[in-house]
């Protein structure tokens, strides 16, 4: 497609990720960057320098005025994801919003009556099933392991001391932060909800964000998910083990682009012997994750079919971290999707 001819994409948040989301567009054949917004004017412009003829803006509002964008991506602190996305989508605009999309289940639910109303794409940015997780995936649609029995998972981070994602009233913590991208994966991989969940949940004392959490899931077949959040970690990491009656497949890595497979299998012949596949790595995670992912995000705008990942698949990872919320609070298992009794 001749760059000319591609979607229109405005990027608001011009941190890291924001700035790498605009690399990929920029490295992009369907999408064009053409706008960027954050109240940092310096961040603003470092994003704008990824490509030629970006304008810069304070706001989403202000983009949406001087800028004519086809779609918005949405990479900011967790607080602002759900305004900022309703704000797009209820101006006509296809919208991806970064994981988690919002604080809460209420806050997604709204966002998905929008963009249904509205008649627009709108898509959650859970990156980790078009990079590491993807390979997974595809060895469980090829039956590696058979049915389905169990998962374990664990992701961590150095400790978060500083900034929103410190901050509890920005949605910081490491379960929003990376402990969410878990629980999109088991609930991928198994394809459906956990009829109950039990979570303790460890806070900071000094911060008041989540520290580590163990959480299970039950799903209604008996099968189970146990997973570990923590920013008490000495670097970057995450495992998934999955298990089942004919086999089970492993990954291990230590950041977005260096990562194993582990596969173990008496279904497929290519894998009786315990095998490892090691990637080869593709100059970076913007290439590795992020461009499959917008590719994907463009497609579904072209085509009009729901992107790989939907809203609703955004707002049931948020309504399993507030029944892991609710089980620690009353250290009971319980429903996603139950009541939830006031905090303390």
């Known amino acids: 497609m001749d760059k000319a001819e591609a979607l229109t994409v405005g990027v ?4 890291n990720h924001g700035g790498a989301l605009a690399q990929a567009v920029e490295r992009s054949d369907n999408l064009r960057l053409v ?3 954050d109240p940092d004017a310096v961040a603003s412009r470092r994003v704008a320098a990824f490509a030629d003829g970006v304008s810069t803006h304070e706001s989403l509002a202000d983009m949406l005025d001087a800028a004519d964008v086809d779609a918005v991506l949405i990479a900011t602190p967790h607080d602002q994801l759900a ?3 309703l704000s797009a989508i209820r101006a006509g605009k296809h919208v991806l919003v970064e994981k988690p999309m919002a604080m809460n289940e209420p806050q997604a639910r709204e966002i998905e009556f929008a963009a249904a109303s509205a008649g627009v794409t709108c898509m959650v940015g859970y990156s980790f099933r078009y990079g590491m997780a993807h390979y997974v995936y595809d060895l469980l649609a090829q039956g590696a392991v058979g049915n389905l029995r169990a998962i374990t998972g664990s992701i961590g981070t150095p400790r978060l001391n500083s900034g929103w994602i410190a901050q509890p009233e920005s949605g910081g913590g490491p379960l929003l932060f990376v402990g969410c991208h878990l629980i999109d994966l088991a ?3 198994t394809g459906e909800e956990p009829t109950s969940v039990f979570a303790t949940i460890q806070h900071r004392p000094d911060t008041g964000v989540d ?3 163990a959480i299970q899931l039950q799903f209604s077949d008996g099968r189970f998910a146990q997973l570990l959040v923590t920013q008490s970690a000495a670097t970057f990491f995450y495992d998934l083990h999955i298990i089942g009656q004919s086999g089970s497949i492993a990954l291990r890595g230590r950041n977005f682009v260096q990562f194993e497979v582990e596969v173990h299998s008496t279904a497929l012949a ?3 012997d315990p095998t490892i596949i090691r990637p080869t790595m593709r100059r970076d995670h913007i290439t590795m994750m992020l461009m499959p992912e917008l590719a994907e ?3 579904a705008i072209e085509h009009g079919h729901p992107p790989g990942v939907t809203a609703s698949d955004g707002r049931r990872v948020l309504r399993v971290l507030e029944a892991a919320r609710e089980s620690a609070h009353t250290h009971q298992a319980a429903a996603p999707g139950a009541p939830m009794l006031p905090a303390n």
């Open 12 to 15: 608001v948040g011009c941190g």
């Open 297 to 299: 995000f463009a497609d």
């Open 211 to 213: 520290d580590t959490s």
């Open 270 to 272: 290519a894998y009786r």
């Open 187 to 189: 609930l991928w991989f």
């Open 83 to 85: 305004p900022l996305a």
């Open 35 to 37: 706008a960027c917004a």
